[in-house]
């Protein structure tokens, strides 16, 4: 195995040990990195597709970003590609719900997103983080311009319907009032000598220090009103100049209180890898990533195909499909391989002869319930009122989220909030309502964060994975458990066939896991089929 | 006083006091809330300006931020205005140096910027916070669009020379770290009942659980290597998709080798209330704001001249000046009223009689020293290599800073960097170097962090601000003592003449400071200019 097969050698890892042991820390980690081992990236550059047989041929099921990844590297190395697609638009659930767009779901309901020109919102994916390196190479090869996407904003608000008296928080005054009452107790613990049994009291000098300047503490160590703290939590009135421009230090909130809010749950999210600064939206929507793989494959995406059989034998496979314009058409393709990227949850209706291994991990994966909310107001109140520019509100309420746009900044006129992401339990209720009621419901709760809802709302539209005709759901859900029992089973060849998607991967829910999960189905059928070619 | 005054009266302070003792500090923070009081801004709006003397003049001295904003809304007030400006663009400090500008430094050395098209360093301020509304209510009149600027990037560096082998470390590993063994610390105290005497039982169940989630800990409340950590400092291998999928965690630091590195003093920057996010910068660059401010106000700046006298009367202000494209020339300008916005250091050269107080504000204020290197590379390699997209790279190096573009993200080709924010006595030695000097010093410097440095470079430019004709330092540097004595002499209209700029606010260095300190003054001079005309 090469430097780059990311499975570390056991001789390696002894190596690493035996450092380790003998020389701390740091340089574990210097030869961790010497040795090319740290911040290793599943994506490993374009795929190098070489020696593709002549006239090989590959069907692919589904025109999302699994789908389309595939379609584009193999049409490059050569194959016949074909892909079916069930929606008349290519992206799946890489996709932006703009003003004129209509949107069908289970159910029949019909959706007139009636948004102003350029708003929008992404039912699905909303972000690519720095290091989906995947994902960032394909926006960058189909030229699709990126913007910053914000996650984390210190002036957004935290928020609980039993805390504070459902008055919203700064982020910015939660988070620093955490950490400095943190760093006052472990202050006050280190001095005690509690820390004496684990640490050096050189090191407790040094702890001392940084936890001062970390958490914003007073020359006694003290966590208290002052400009220390408010340099970090905001003032009660900011500086400014000439004459009236002393600032007034504001008031830290108490410990207690803050435990009992529970709105330390929401300080950490933009720590979190994947939600880590810098993150990207493509400019104008999500969906703009689809749209471009589309126009990039064109001809070889078939529309409004709804796969209805899928059947391999010792030479090919053949699918049967219907047009969905023409119910009742039967329609068959056919190729050498099949890279199959249809969600789970609609893939386990579709009769398949593979494996009862495959079969059974195509029925082990339940997939996450999740309703987003877009809301078009007729002012961007919360840059004009509430100084907030883009980043998430995180509240208690079903809602969950509040995400103000992350561009148009500052241009006055209309905008549109995500105005709920919802999860679990509360995103089976919203998706047991009508769309109507989604929105009137999220605008109710967010009605006790943004007082100017009743009054600023426009029109709203509401997707409820779960009535969502070509997923049936979000994204797959795996535990450690059936991970252990049916992931690679998952992931296998059977025979012609192999499965890739975001369900196919360990990064459930991003579209990192369904490029990463595409192009390591395409490298081993791509082995296969040069294989078959050998001996054909 | 009204609601905004921004001064508490007693009474109210009193009742807060009053609450907080009896109530608790979450009723006090509601009371404090609901009387108007949390996050006062001391900018207003746009100021009005009413019952201005028929014919009433301002003089204003300096086409910085603060001149500009004063002479915008005089002139629509209606006074008579006329701006005085050294150099032959207006802005100031407010200022982008871009390809094909050339710029003089005391000393005589000339450089010619040989930037590409687009590309551009600030060598003055370079971000405006979310709150520092003045600024923003500015770029908002004057159709200044606005992008994000990325304070804190996770995966920039932080970087001692004299630890870790002089191998610079992520922001992320850092950051999770510290966070890490601070939590399992605090979390080790406490069920040692160290904090048995400041936090009540409950707390302290509710505190451990808030520790685990916020530090990252395992179930044992150890920091560990684990998924659970990764998902913070980021993984040795990244989880992907298909069956090369699986993460493999990463080795976090130890606590010493922090403590010791002191790398922890980097990643509290994005919590200081000027840095947090949401913050912004022009499309194009900072100097935008200056030069829009520049059109807006036309033929009422006149550039190219050197102020050499200010000279008041019972009546009016006179002030001589010279036009730097003539020297020698005499020329005089005349008004009711002069707001003088120039730099402390170059005022303090001019003539102007004044009284003794304020003159001896004028002689208190030193004047930072910083040095400013744009570097144009021939490819952004910190993204193609390094994966960092905007942010600052933070290390123990005379450079302090390398700040990567906040635009172009992903585009290819080349880039500025801004090579290095130099403060203190290491300014002071850039400063006596040539211009060509600085930015081969810190090309150096900057190659212990970027090995690319040598092989990608192209060109760079250096402004050292105590060389700057216009300014000769950064900006004004207040003590306590200083403010104490000297700030409200030197905010104070003495006769006819007041000042402005970031020298007379608390908010020194920032544009911000510029902006509300002009519309004190100007707010205080109307009044004595309507006073004046009823007297007249």
Redesign the interface.
């Known amino acids: 195995m090469g430097k780059n097969s990311?499975?570390?050698s056991p001789s390696r890892r002894d190596l690493l040990r035996m450092i380790?042991v003998t020389a701390?820390?740091?340089a574990?980690?210097?030869a961790?990195?010497s040795l090319g081992?740290?911040?290793?990236?599943?994506?490993r550059g374009p795929i190098d597709l070489q020696g593709t047989p002549k006239g090989a041929s590959v069907l692919i099921l589904g025109a999302g970003i699994a789908g389309m990844s595939a379609a584009y590297e193999l049409r490059n190395a050569g194959y016949q590609v074909q892909v079916l697609e069930y929606n008349d638009r290519a992206g799946g659930r890489n996709w932006s719900l703009r003003g004129g767009d209509s949107y069908t779901e289970l159910g029949g309901l019909t959706q007139q997103c009636r948004f102003d020109k350029d708003l929008y919102i992404n039912p699905g994916p909303w972000r690519i983080p720095?290091?989906h390196?995947g994902m960032?190479s394909y926006?960058?090869r189909l030229g699709v311009p990126?913007?910053?996407f914000?996650q984390?904003?210190?002036?957004a608000y935290l928020h609980s319907s039993r805390?504070?008296?459902g008055?919203p928080q700064?982020y910015?005054e939660i988070?620093?009032d955490?950490?400095g009452h943190?760093?006052e107790?472990?202050s006050?613990?280190t001095r005690?000598n509690?820390?004496d049994a684990?640490?050096?009291k050189e090191?407790q000098e040094?702890?001392l220090e940084?936890?001062r300047?970390?958490g914003a503490l007073d020359k006694t160590n003290a966590y208290i009103s002052s400009n220390t703290s408010?340099?970090?939590?905001?003032?009660?009135?900011?500086?400014?100049?000439?004459?009236?421009?002393?600032?007034?230090p504001?008031?830290?909130?108490?410990?207690?209180?803050i435990?009992?809010s529970r709105l330390?749950?929401g300080?950490?999210a933009g720590?979190?890898?994947d939600m880590?600064?810098?993150l990207?939206q493509p400019v104008g929507g999500m969906g703009r990533v689809g749209e471009a793989f589309g126009r990039e494959l064109g001809p070889l995406i078939r529309y409004n195909s709804k796969v209805t059989d899928i059947h391999q034998d010792n030479q090919s496979v053949s699918v049967a499909y219907e047009d969905t314009r023409k119910p009742g058409t039967k329609l068959q393709a056919r190729a050498d391989w099949c890279l199959c990227t249809i969600p789970l949850p609609i893939l386990a209706q579709i009769p398949m002869n593979v494996g009862p291994a495959l079969a059974a991990a195509i029925a082990a994966v339940p997939y996450a319930s999740a309703v987003k909310v877009g809301l078009q107001f007729k002012r961007r109140f919360w840059e004009e009122d509430e100084?907030?520019?883009?980043?998430i509100t995180y509240t208690d309420l079903p809602i969950a989220n509040i995400g103000y746009p992350?561009t148009g900044?500052?241009s006055?006129g209309k905008g549109v909030l995500l105005g709920g992401y919802i999860w679990g339990t509360n995103a089976m209720e919203f998706t047991a309502m009508t769309p109507d009621e989604r929105v009137r419901k999220a605008l109710d709760y967010g009605s006790q964060i943004h007082p100017q809802y009743p009054q600023e709302f426009d029109n709203g539209v509401a997707v409820a994975w779960h009535r969502s005709p070509f997923t049936m759901g979000c994204f797959g859900m795996w535990t450690s458990d059936t991970r252990a029992k049916h992931y690679?089973d998952l992931?296998?060849i059977d025979g012609r066939i192999v499965l890739?998607g975001?369900h196919?991967?360990?990064?459930g829910g991003w579209q990192?896991?369904?490029?990463?999960?595409?192009?390591?189905?395409i490298g081993?059928l791509h082995q296969r089929a040069i294989a078959a070619g050998a001996t054909a």
């Open positions: 990311g499975v570390p380790g701390g820390s740091t574990m980690y210097q961790m990195s081992f740290a911040a290793d990236s599943p994506y720095y290091h390196r960032l926006c960058r990126l913007e910053p914000l984390v904003n210190y002036n805390a504070f008296g008055k700064r910015r988070k620093a955490y950490q943190v760093a107790l472990l006050k613990a005690q509690a820390l684990s640490v050096s090191d040094r702890l940084s936890l300047n970390w408010s340099e970090r939590r905001g003032y009660q009135k900011d500086p400014g100049g000439g004459l009236t421009a002393r600032p007034i504001s008031e830290p909130i108490g410990l207690t209180d435990l009992e330390w749950q300080i950490s720590d979190m890898f880590q600064t810098a990207f100084h907030i520019f883009g980043g992350n900044f500052h006055g690679d992931c296998e890739a975001e196919a991967s360990y990064i990192e896991g369904a490029v990463t999960s595409a192009l390591d189905a081993r």
